[in-house]
């Protein structure tokens, strides 16, 4: 079946810091790919997407492309800022709709001033 | 614009008690799904529906059970709780075409004892 792998946390940076979470992916066919975003005691909300293979999802200062030959779908920011801190989701989704997804084990991010 | 409302927010159960977590969205949105996140495993499908009368099996179902008559509702029951069922709980949306973006609710977190 469909899986998505991330790299562990906590990932610890300093402020203005730059930032790279590993997420590869195993699928089959097309799927599309998800950053959400999960704030303490919230629910997830998406941060950026892409849906088909090159495609760049940007929000927020966030990027992350989709590498059909990688596999791959690493999420990276130039500067962070100490609200940027909460835990990254990525995600996959396939035929049964963007609401049934595939998620990674989650990255924490502490930003520190 | 409620979104997706999740009832209760807390709750805490004793070992083989039933109860059902409540699930409404207000975006008329053709697909829902149920997850659950437990520390250090992402979150994962319990159930999930494509259509008011339709439903199906994610990764871990046993011991929940839906029904969707609705397109607004989307109920989660849990038969008989267990303390492996200790847990956050989430209810997704999604729409079957146009946005490519799911919708959490706040989470329903549930103690068994």
């Known amino acids: 079946g469909d899986s998505v792998t991330q790299m562990e946390g906590p990932v610890t940076l300093s402020e203005e810091a730059f930032l790279t979470i590993n997420c590869t992916y195993t699928?089959?066919?097309?799927?599309?790919l998800f950053w959400y975003v999960q704030y303490p005691g919230e629910g997830l909300q998406l941060l950026l997407k892409?849906?088909?293979?090159?495609d760049k999802g940007s929000n927020k200062g966030f990027e992350a492309t989709y590498r059909k030959e990688t596999t791959s779908f690493h999420l990276e920011k130039g500067s962070v800022q100490v609200s940027d801190s909460a835990v990254y989701f990525c995600?996959?989704?396939?035929?049964?709709?963007?609401?049934?997804?595939?998620f990674g084990k989650g990255t924490m991010l502490l930003v520190s001033p | 614009n409620a979104g997706v409302t999740q009832t209760p927010k807390f709750q805490v159960l004793k070992t083989g008690q039933s109860m059902t977590l409540q699930c409404a969205q207000d975006?008329?949105?053709?697909?829902m799904s149920w997850y659950r996140q437990d520390p250090g495993m992402g979150l994962r499908l319990i159930h999930y529906?494509?259509?008011?009368?339709?439903?199906d099996q994610g990764e871990v179902p046993n011991g929940y059970n839906v029904s969707r008559s609705t397109t607004e509702d989307f109920p989660l029951r849990l038969l008989s709780a267990a303390p492996s069922q200790t847990s956050v709980y989430f209810c997704?949306?999604?729409?079957?075409?146009?946005?490519?973006?799911?919708?959490f609710g706040q989470g329903t977190r549930l103690t068994v004892v």
């Open positions: 975006m008329n949105h053709e697909y």
């Open positions: 529906s494509v259509g008011a009368g339709i439903t």
């Open positions: 699928a089959t066919g097309y799927p599309s």
């Open positions: 892409a849906t088909k293979a090159d």
């Open positions: 997704a949306s999604s729409a079957r075409t146009g946005e490519v973006e799911a919708f």
């Open positions: 995600a996959l989704s396939d035929q049964r709709g963007y609401s049934t997804l595939t």
